[in-house]
């Protein structure tokens, strides 16, 4: 039995170093997720290439993929927001 709390006990200081706070992690940003404060690159995005506005899920797939790579050119201002 006390092995078993040794593990959980480890598990439990190891996990959270492995995974991390997100907000901590800045300049972090996992491209295709999106996170609070991605409306304001969203819209400069479709304000940029002159698009209508439309709720991301309903664009297609290949405009999808376009916002993203522009996004990862883009995330030199995230520490801004």
């Known amino acids: 039995m006390k ?3 040794g593990y959980l006990l480890s598990l439990a200081v ?5 995974i991390g706070c ?3 992690r800045r300049g972090a940003v996992v491209y295709g997720t999106w996170a609070p404060g991605e409306t304001v690159y969203y819209s400069q995005w ?4 002159h698009y ?3 709720d991301y899920e309903r664009r297609e797939r290949r405009e999808q993929q376009e916002y993203w790579k522009w996004r990862k050119h883009h995330h030199e201002h ?3 927001h």
Not at 14 to 18: A, E, F, T, Y
């Open 3 to 5: 092995r078993l709390a």
């Open 14 to 18: 190891v996990c959270p170093l492995l």
């Open 78 to 80: 995230d520490h801004d």
């Open 52 to 54: 209508d506005h439309r």
């Open 46 to 49: 479709e304000t940029e290439r």
């Open 22 to 24: 997100p907000e901590h």
